[in-house]
């Protein structure tokens, strides 16, 4: 029998294989769609998310990253990450840097979709396959936290959004984050002549429409453009719980709060490497707990950002506070990091 069964062969689902194919476990990947896959994320990458990637033997080119830089018109804060750098990488070289490294485990990635679940006390099947354990790693909007009844309807406004990539030079070794009163602009730095540029905002426009919003950054972009529009929402999803009997779900299909802290890779890195500990150690009871742990800070502070973000007078005074106190700034970027 597979000792694993992962569903969703994207970031979190690779890296919880590769995960337990390096315990020793015999992993198979269900995974629709054919590697590399692209998705719109902002695509930079915390330094605790490319310090797991490290760990989990793959090697990825980008844009190193030196910290976070909030700009509203003239005005900006910055803060510097502690340690290392972090990444900016395309989303599709990414997925194909972790395909290659579950496959080299001898890791099984096989066309399917997983669908319904039936489980009892020693084993799960879905897909028309049966393993011991099952990982449902099937993003955001995920069909398995559905068939599990763990779907929790949110009361939160829902978020939207759209990437566009620019053949440009990077300007800064930061992630920007430009503000509005009605959203904000993610410009990160992927390599020679390649920058990235997701908005996100409550309103479902055009990217265009959203880009003007920023007016500045519209301008220098303007017949640049690489690429299609990517989108992806509503971005706020609930889970009543990471665990339903013999399944873990890992990654987004866990529960998402919003792309507002770039912190989406590093927490799929971070639910796959525990829900696999918990599973080798015998112990999947204690995979919720851990989750919570693990996410806690991240949904905290990003809660608490989108609370002020809601409100355009608020909103507007965020740079203005960030530049003010530096410190509290750095802070905040630190703990996120």
């Given amino acids: 029998m597979i000792d694993v069964l992962v569903a969703g062969g994207g ?30 994320c902002g ?16 090697c990825v080119a980008g844009h190193d990253l030196r910290g976070i830089r909030y700009v509203e018109g003239h005005r900006n804060a910055e803060a510097t990450f502690r340690g290392d ?34 489980q009892d006390d020693g084993s799960v099947s879905t897909a028309g396959l049966t ?21 929790r309807p949110g009361s939160a406004p829902r978020r939207y ?22 959203g904000e602009a993610y410009v990160t730095p992927l390599g020679d002549g390649l920058v990235g540029v997701a908005v996100l905002s409550p309103d479902r426009r055009s990217y265009e429409q959203h880009l003007a919003e920023f007016p500045a950054l519209s301008g220098a972009l303007r017949g640049l453009e690489a690429g299609p529009v990517r989108g992806a929402g509503p971005l706020r999803q609930d889970a009543r719980s990471p665990r339903a009997g013999r399944v873990l779900l890992v990654g987004d299909a866990a529960g998402y709060v919003d792309a507002l802290t770039g912190e989406g890779i590093a927490l799929a890195m971070a639910t796959a490497t525990a829900a696999v500990a918990c599973l080798t ?3 999947p009871e204690a995979y919720p707990a851990q989750w919570a742990k693990l996410t806690r800070r991240h949904r905290m502070l990003t809660q608490g950002l989108l609370g002020a973000a809601r409100h355009p007078r608020i909103a507007r005074l965020i740079v203005p506070a960030a530049h ?8 905040a970027v630190h703990a996120l990091q």
């Fill in 131 to 151: 393993a011991r354990w099952l990982i449902a790693a099937d993003g955001l909007h995920s069909p398995l936290r559905r068939e599990l009844g763990l779907d």
């Fill in 281 to 283: 150690a015998n112990r």
């Fill in 324 to 331: 003010r106190m530096p410190r509290v700034f750095s802070a």
């Fill in 11 to 40: 970031p979190a689902g690779l890296a919880a294989a590769i995960r337990a194919a390096g315990a020793g476990r015999e992993v198979v990947v269900v995974e629709p769609r054919a590697a590399p896959v692209d998705k719109a």
């Fill in 161 to 182: 959004g759209l990437r566009r990539h620019y053949r440009v030079a990077p300007w800064t070794d930061f992630v920007e984050v430009h503000w509005s009163r009605r």
């Fill in 43 to 58: 695509e930079g990458i915390m330094p605790s998310g490319v310090a797991a990637l490290r760990a989990l033997g793959v």
């Fill in 85 to 118: 750098t972090g990444l900016g990488v395309r989303r599709t070289e990414l997925h194909a840097a972790l395909h290659r490294r579950a496959v080299e485990l001898g890791v099984r990635i096989v066309p399917g979709k997983a669908g319904t679940i039936r």
